[in-house]
């Protein structure tokens, strides 16, 4: 059972260079979340989803862009790379509702912008 | 609005000896709560978790954390500590009034010294 796979695990990027770092679960999930991780900041909301077709934006979701057209996928588009946006990136999904409520996390994604 | 306050950016113990990790939540309906660790360049874990029911929650490593609804709070304890358990510890909330966003405090990086 894979759980949730993020790829790439490392990425530099030029400023002003797009990307797509790719998320997928196989644990039939309705929730899926993107965070970034900054040393002392704890974890941050990007966007979250309850459902394919379904999106919302979360703390910082500037300079970001999701989609989710079916249950095991929710990339996260960087458009325009900003030194800004080095961080580390997870994904995670879940499921919400009885005793198996729980979130499970990606190895994530360490993006640094140059 | 949901928020979770970790207290202590740093707890440094020596071996065997007790730790706690406070967390405090605000949320204005019922919620479901959760203790993560992370080892270092890793992702995250789920270390326990307040659904409902009893309000003491133990781990499988010998962690415990309670439910405190008049106080707002689940901190973390743990009555003897060892090397291992060097890592950060995130806590985390979630509820329907968020759309179950899961939000997350700044982390504890809790260091165990011999």
């Known amino acids: 059972n894979a759980g949730v796979t993020q790829t790439p695990k490392f990425r530099i990027l030029k400023i002003g260079q797009s990307m797509t770092l790719q998320c997928t679960q196989d644990?039939?999930?309705?929730?899926m979340y993107w965070y970034r991780q900054d040393p002392g900041m704890g974890l941050k909301l990007i966007y979250y989803s309850v459902g394919a077709g379904i999106t919302d934006k979360g703390e910082v979701p500037n300079g970001y862009n999701v989609s989710r057209s079916t249950t095991e996928d929710f990339p996260l588009r960087l458009e325009l790379a900003a030194p800004s946006q080095t961080s580390v990136y997870f994904c995670a999904s879940s499921t919400i509702g009885g005793a198996n409520t729980e979130a499970f996390f990606g190895q994530g994604t360490r993006l640094t912008v140059v | 609005a949901q928020s979770v306050t970790q207290l202590d950016s740093q707890v440094p113990v020596f071996e065997e000896a007790p730790v706690e990790l406070r967390c405090n939540y605000s949320s204005s309906v019922s919620v479901y709560l959760f203790w993560y660790v992370q080892y270092p360049n890793q992702g995250l874990q789920l270390l326990l978790k307040?659904?409902?029911?009893?309000?003491l929650v133990k781990s499988i490593n010998g962690f415990e954390a309670e439910f405190n609804k008049s106080q707002t709070s689940f901190h973390l304890r743990k009555p003897s500590v060892h090397i291992s358990d060097t890592a950060e510890y995130f806590c985390a909330v979630t509820s329907g009034g968020s759309n179950y966003k899961l939000t997350f405090g700044k982390g504890t990086l809790l260091t165990v010294n011999p």
């Open positions: 307040y659904l409902s029911g009893s309000t």
């Open positions: 644990m039939n999930h309705n929730y």
